[in-house]
């Protein structure tokens, strides 16, 4: 199959700079902040964007190095399938966070809960709609198991 | 900002030949089916997967032509910042798109409520999981008044 050539849209910036710092997902650190600068010539599609509370966010894994089939995911201590883990080590490196959306101005927007690493580059920003995306009866594999997952409570 | 390459792991097969036949969202669609042929070389990654309900696709909008910063969503009449919609004439033309999970056996997964078109080349797969990706909270922007949507109620 061929290959498919995507070109960054603007950067988000965050408070880690290292992968180790990083949060494994947002709800772990819901009340943290950062923001994208997303190139100039896109500003006029953000139009609309601020109505929503979240935003859905892919990026490229550009730290990323490699990928094994079967890795140990952050939250459990036994390999899993890449297909069943989040790991940025994965076949095709993109990045899907939801994070909080604060404020827009001009081509610069307000985050929060971001779990991405400072300098990510965005491939695409999609408004968060509850209609299409809660799941609400949906199960969760093999993270009921993952002891740090059921500290976590979700509060939103 | 450099270019970003990455090769489909699969396709995606829908009963949708044609754009226009295609659902707007799955959530409209719920009782389709379809499924992934994933490659083989890939199909050690889908150990643990089962036990997931629901799973993110992204994918490749192998036929969108283009884009315009201002496009006219399916669900409304005027036009709306592209980072406010979900149409697929974007920047970078990614799909996301949240999927059941019925069964996989091999290198097939059989999934349903698509809407994507047939033969769309997959890029990577994630477990949904109801911690991280359900926003109780979240207000729906421009959406609330999308009368077509007004008439859906999520089921699930």
């Known amino acids: 199959m061929d290959n498919i050539t995507f070109k960054p849209i603007g950067i988000i910036y ?3 700079s290292q992968k180790e710092d990083t949060p494994i997902q947002g709800c772990f650190a819901q009340s943290n902040k950062g923001y994208i600068e997303l190139n100039p010539e896109f500003a006029e599609g953000l139009q609309d964007v601020q109505g929503f509370s979240y935003l859905i966010l892919l990026y490229y894994f550009h730290k990323a190095a490699g990928y ?3 890795t140990k995911p952050f939250l459990d ?3 899993k399938g890449i297909f069943a883990i989040r790991h940025y080590n994965r076949p095709n490196p993109i990045g ?3 994070v ?3 404020r827009v101005r001009g081509n610069i927007l307000d985050i929060g809960g971001v779990d991405m690493i400072d300098g990510t580059p965005l491939l695409d920003i999609k408004p968060y709609v509850p209609q299409f995306d809660i799941k609400a009866e ?3 594999g093999w993270y ?3 002891s740090e997952l059921s500290k976590y ?3 939103e």
Do not use: V
């Open 153 to 155: 409570s979700p509060k």
């Open 144 to 146: 009921q198991n993952a």
């Open 77 to 79: 201590k036994d390999k």
């Open 68 to 70: 094994a089939l079967l």
């Open 138 to 140: 949906a199960g969760n």
């Open 100 to 102: 909080k959306l604060y």
């Open 96 to 98: 899907f966070s939801i």
């Open 14 to 16: 965050t408070p880690y």
